[in-house]
């Protein structure tokens, strides 16, 4: 059996304990901003937004729109499919939903504090980025079948 430190366990749970704490108030901030962005922006809003217009158009707004409204996955395919029922471009609805659940506007304080400012940059600029190539991809194999 291997000889267990008492005091090096100590000591990471002190250093664990401490960066919990340290991140507690951005955090709570974080679910706050969550909370009161979704009880602000309603579905009609969403049913303003993506008019009919060309492809490239729809995905980079959906993808805009998605990034900035975050919220929980189950909600954004509701609100997906509220969208698809109202005649929204399947490439918008597509690049919201991946954009909902991969871009975090308002979690980079959070993210970039855990992580570091620059794999945040790059994170969220790529998951940008493919949110509105999936929406297109999405539309192009969907009007093939």
């Known amino acids: 059996m291997q000889y267990i430190d008492k005091n ?49 158009t729809n995905s980079f707004l959906g993808s805009i729109i998605g990034g900035i409204s975050i919220g929980t996955p189950v909600l954004s395919y509701i609100i997906g499919g509220e969208l698809l029922n109202n005649g929204i471009h399947i490439s918008a609805i597509t690049a919201f939903l991946v954009s909902w659940v991969t871009i975090g506007v308002i979690q980079i304080p959070l993210e970039a504090s855990i992580f570091g400012k620059r794999f945040t940059i790059y994170r969220n600029l790529f998951a940008f980025l493919f949110s509105i190539l999936i929406g297109i991809l999405i539309y192009l194999i969907l009007s093939i079948l």
Do not use: M, R
């Open 8 to 56: 090096k366990i100590n000591i990471s749970l002190k250093k664990a304990l401490k960066t919990i704490i340290s991140i507690l108030p951005i955090f709570l901030g974080t679910i706050l901003l969550i909370s009161l962005l979704n009880s602000i922006i309603s579905k009609e809003f969403y049913l303003e937004i993506f008019q009919k217009g060309n492809l490239i």
